[in-house]
């Protein structure tokens, strides 16, 4: 099983930065691939960036160019890189797992981490 933190939301004003952080812990022998996810109230769940099987980046349109993700994996560590924040930005932002194993593939979710943008 692999556990998922996030750490590094808080509030800023219109324009600020955030460094977000996703620790994973516990099985994480088999490939992991991560991305970052986000949550507003009244709203689905939608992506926001992640890596794919081949390293490459994916991201959602509406990133534009201001959030980057990137991974330390000597501390097992995925982070999201965010700019020009925007207070539509503000929402709940977790980290996913897709582990995949010879037998079988799992999905983990964090707990997430609030990021609130005020104008």
């Known amino acids: 099983e692999v556990q998922l933190v996030e750490s590094g939301g808080g509030s800023v004003q219109e324009g600020g930065s955030l460094r977000l952080s996703c620790v994973a812990s516990?099985?994480?022998?088999?490939?992991?691939?991560m991305s970052w996810h986000r949550q507003a109230p009244g709203k689905e769940r939608e992506f926001v960036l992640g890596?794919?099987?081949?390293?490459?980046?994916r991201r959602a349109d509406f990133v534009k160019g201001r959030f980057t993700i990137s991974q330390d994996n000597a501390k097992r560590t995925t982070y999201l890189q965010m700019s020009s924040l925007k207070p539509e930005d503000t929402a709940m932002y977790s980290c996913r797992a897709v582990q995949t194993c010879p037998l079988w593939t799992t999905i983990y979710w964090g707990r997430g981490t609030q990021v609130t943008v005020s104008s």
């Open positions: 516990g099985d994480t022998s088999c490939t992991l691939d």
């Open positions: 890596f794919e099987r081949d390293g490459a980046t």
